[in-house]
């Protein structure tokens, strides 16, 4: 299995903005859905943003018209976008690739990155 690796969280100031990557240790452009969860303390990990191999992507209603998920195939890496970045944005954020499409507990996650926004 491709192995992932998330970078790019910190603390930032509500509205304000950051840019996630995530690794993979393999050529990606063949998976067919990658993407990314997040889970705050106390709640269920959650999906964010998922893309196709085709470039497609599907976001929560709750980061719609903020979040941003793209992949470059060249670099074998995805991106999350975050804009306008919200308190209740915090979370660590996780990437998974599903190779298959047989759902993200069937493919690889990273080990994840936490996102601190402050109020």
């Known amino acids: 299995q491709v192995q992932l690796v998330e970078s790019g969280g910190g603390l930032v100031q509500a509205g304000g903005s950051l840019r996630l990557s995530c690794a993979a240790s393999?050529?990606?452009?063949?998976?067919?859905?990658m993407g990314w969860y997040r889970q705050a303390p106390g709640k269920q990990r959650e999906l964010v943003a998922r893309i196709t191999s085709g470039g497609t992507t599907n976001y929560a209603d709750s980061v719609k018209g903020r979040f941003t998920c793209s992949r470059d195939n060249a670099k074998n890496t995805m991106y999350l976008q975050m804009n306008s970045l919200k308190p209740e944005d915090t979370a660590v954020y996780y990437c998974?690739?599903?190779?298959?499409?047989?759902?993200?507990?069937?493919?690889?996650w990273g080990q994840g990155t936490q996102v601190t926004v402050s109020s």
């Open positions: 998974y690739a599903d190779p298959r499409g047989l759902g993200p507990n069937f493919g690889s």
């Open positions: 393999g050529n990606i452009f063949r998976i067919n859905f």
